[in-house]
């Protein structure tokens, strides 16, 4: 068998076994495969860093895209994957695992700088939104992000009330640029 059928073979083999894993109960009770205590584990980061590597290269819809950040510590440029999630006409990122993600520290520290890639290389500025604003982002955001639901405790068909009991725990940043 030639080697890009066999590759073609694994990604089918990966993208069903995925689908199985979505449908299951360890995603559905906080994804606990890939995150621990709210912080991806090694499978976490491994499988983050292949996701960003596709969506950075433009494969996968329009909103599903990589975000480069600089490290805060180490100063090092990484990339994770990210849903935009859009509310007015405008885009947003939302942090699913709250205020322990990485990305959030690093955008912090580099006061909002960073990149977006989809196919191509775009420079941002990210603006964090007030906690008492990000409720309605936040459930828009959910409509769209189906891998972020097991990580925010509000059902997605919830009434706004419920996302504003929550909202200050998930960091929600406007994208401009």
Same mark, same amino acid.
């Given at each position: 068998m030639r080697p890009s059928r066999l590759l073609l073979l694994g990604a089918v083999g990966s993208a069903?076994?995925?689908a199985l894993y979505l449908r299951s109960d360890a995603h559905r009770h906080g994804n606990r495969l890939f995150y621990r205590d709210g912080r991806p584990n090694a499978a976490g980061r491994w499988v983050g860093r292949g996701y960003a590597v596709v969506l950075g290269l433009g494969l996968g819809p329009s909103w599903a895209v990589a975000l480069e950040t600089t490290g805060h510590r180490t100063g090092r440029v990484s990339a994770v994957p990210l849903v935009i999630g859009e509310y007015r006409e405008? #885009? $947003?990122l939302v942090s699913m695992l709250g205020e322990r993600?990485?990305?959030?520290h690093n955008m912090r520290a580099a006061d909002g700088r960073a990149a977006i890639r989809h196919g191509r290389r775009r420079e941002v500025r990210l603006i964090e939104v007030a906690p008492e604003q990000r409720a309605p982002i936040i459930k828009a955001y959910l409509?769209?992000?189906y891998g972020a639901r097991p990580h925010i405790p509000v059902d997605p068909s919830a009434p706004l009330e419920a996302f504003e009991a929550i909202a200050d #725990? $998930?960091?929600?940043?406007?994208?401009?640029?």
């Open positions: 069903c076994a995925y405008q #885009r $947003y993600s990485p990305w959030v409509a769209r992000a #725990r $998930y960091p929600v940043f406007r994208i401009e640029g």
